[in-house]
Each structure stands twice: as C-alpha cells, then as structure tokens.
C-alpha cells in the first residue's frame, strides 16, 4: 500500500521517495509487524485462553516434566504470527508483485490447516489432530499450486531451475520435474519446523534467523547489480520478498515476547507449519532451496532424528536410536535444562546461517 504512495508522489516529494528503497520498506515492514504482536499479544492471548480451558493437550508419552510446566497454556498463537506478518506485508510490499501474492497465500493456506489441526486437538483433548495423510494431502496439493504460480510468474528457463551452492551461475533446469521438487522443499519445510516446535522459543528463534538470511537473499538476488557481481541467478521482483521475510522477523519477535520461558502462549501448528511453508516458497523463488537447507539445518537435523527413530524402531522391532525424538526431545531426557537446548539450538543454528550466506560469496 505505501508503495503507491511513491508511484503518485514520489517525484515531487521526497519523503514519498522513500517508499521506492526495498531496505526502507523491509525496515518498515519488520518494525510494523513488530508493534501489531505487541499490541494485539495480550487481547489474542486472553481470548485463547477464554476458548480453550484447559489449553493444549500435553503428549502422555513426552517429557513428564511438560505435564506441570506446560498444562493449561493457550495454543493457536501462531494466529498472531500471521496477523502480524499479513497486515504488515499489505501495508509495505508491492501487491503488483505476484510473488508477494503466491508466498503470501501459501502462509495462509498452511496457517489454514494448522488451525484446524489444531482446532481439532483442542476438540478431541489430546495430541491427535488432522490425519497425517489428510494433512499431507492438502499441503502437497496447495505447494504444487504455488510452484506452478512460480513457475509461470518467472522466465521459462529460470523458473524450472536450482542453483547450486559453491558454484557460478550453475542452474540445474528441472523442467516439469520442479513442481514435485518444489512440493518437497515447501511440504518438507513446513513439517520440519512444525516438529522443532517443541518447547518455549525453540522454532521461533530458528525462523527468524533463517528469515533474515532470506531478507539478504532476497534483496541480493532481485538486484541486477549484487546478482551479477556475486553470480548468482538475478530473478526479477524477486526483491520484494524481502519485506515479507522483514515482516516474519517482525512477527517472530513480537510473537517470541509472549512465547519466551515460560510461554504464555504456543504457536501451535497454526504459526509452525505456516512458517515452515513461507520460508520453502521463498526459497524456491530466489532459486536458494539448498541454501534453505543448510541455514536452516536445525530444522533438518529435527526432522532427520524423527525419520531414523521411527525407521530404526520398525526396522529393529523396538529399539530406539534416541532418548525420545525430535531430538530437542532426547537433550531433555539426558537431564539439559530447556532455556540450555533452546539457546544452543539458537546458536547452531546462528553458525549454520553464517555458513550459508558464506556460500554466496566463496564460488
């Protein structure tokens, strides 16, 4: 919405000149997002709390240690995530940018089936929502419809190809084949954050981070100039999602001041799927999915302790790898403290991102 204000005054007034510059905008959308979780926080917060009784439902078989810690706390606080994050990109983006709009409904649709999910857990009172096959279902279908989005926005040829970390303008064409490549960057990014959401700050603090590396890739990435002196794919618009990503990070920390030990609310899968989704798309946008997954390697390391356990488990007829999975999950039964997993977490992941953004420079 700003933005127009500088394709109507912006030549006669340099204030509005200001809303031209992604970085100001970006700034301003981080700031804006901010100030609306702030705000909205405790209203939201005091109204889950009215609806839900008891709160979320506590897994029997998790840490017995969550079953006083954690009874009673509200969940779906991801609502305010997504509020934030959507009334602050409509304020500072460019809506005549279509990528805007793909990531943008994306993070709506699987905040969508997170909700209900939810919604659903709450209803039932325990840790069972959707189906795990109904909840994939959805999320493959609603990721395939953004890629093909993607795939149609961009050029023929860029559209339908990855990048490759280390390497100079090296793009891998996928044809057709980049819509399922798409749908598991998307799906499998959503996922693995909804599994890392598992105590106070944990997922969040990764999300902002990973989401600050994309603010910087974004913007590198849609500017002709850095583009080509990096060389790296120069995808046109792409620059944008630079404020989306500014406003997850406002969000996020607006959300984490409520969120932090101990929560006054959770996120639920409504915000960690949605997240999880939004960080996918962009990444697939930018032509950054293997970056996505080294600087956001906690997520993978997440998910991967949950395909080894359960596979090691049917493999072996009960044996376990860990503890407990996800792995934040096996810290907590070896006797490490929850603020300690969380604020290494953080810092694994603040090395990993570092690790990442290196890649744009060492080709």
């Excluded at 960080?279 to 997520?299: C, D, N, R, W």
Aim: aromatic share 12%.
């Amino acid at each position: 919405m700003f933005y127009y204000l500088y394709t109507l005054w912006g030549q006669e007034n340099v204030l509005f000149n200001l809303f031209r510059y992604i970085t100001f905008r970006t700034t301003g959308a981080l700031l804006t997002a901010l100030i609306i979780s702030f705000v909205s926080g405790p209203y939201l917060i005091r109204w889950l709390k009215s609806q839900q009784g008891d709160g979320q439902p506590i897994r029997d078989d998790g840490p017995a240690s969550h079953l006083l810690t954690k009874q009673g706390t509200p969940t779906m606080g991801g609502s305010l995530i997504l509020f934030a994050l959507t009334l602050s990109t409509l304020l500072w983006a460019n809506l005549a940018n279509g990528y805007v709009w793909v990531v943008l409904l994306l993070t709506l649709g699987f905040g969508c089936i997170g909700a209900f999910d939810d919604y659903l857990k709450l209803k039932k009172r325990n840790s069972k929502g959707l189906s795990g096959k109904k909840k994939l279902l959805i999320q493959i279908l609603l990721s395939a419809l953004a890629t093909f989005a993607v795939m149609k926005l961009g050029d023929s040829t860029l559209a339908t190809s990855t990048s490759i970390p280390f390497f100079k303008n090296i793009l891998i064409n996928l044809g057709w084949l980049y819509i399922p490549f798409g749908v598991f960057v998307v799906v499998g990014s959503s996922n693995a954050v909804n599994l890392t959401d598992g105590l106070d700050g944990l997922a969040i603090g990764p999300v902002m981070i990973v989401s600050a590396c994309f603010v910087l890739i974004s913007y590198l990435v849609g500017n002709h100039v850095f583009a080509n002196y990096l060389q790296i794919a120069f995808v046109p618009g792409a620059g944008e999602l630079a404020i989306f990503a500014g406003a997850l990070i406002g969000a996020g920390l607006g959300f984490l001041w409520y969120n932090a030990p101990p929560a006054m609310v959770f996120m639920g899968d409504t915000g960690s799927l949605a997240a999880g989704a939004a960080l996918g798309m962009v990444s697939v946008i930018t032509k950054h999915e293997f970056i996505l997954a080294i600087v956001g390697g906690l997520f993978v390391m997440e998910a991967v302790s949950v395909i080894l356990q359960v596979g090691y488990f049917k493999f072996t007829g009960g044996k376990r790898i860990f503890l407990m999975a996800p792995i934040h999950h096996h810290f907590e039964k070896k006797g490490w403290s929850e603020p300690t997993i969380v604020f290494r977490f953080w810092i694994i992941t603040i090395v990993l991102a570092l690790l990442g953004l290196s890649t744009l420079k060492l080709r």
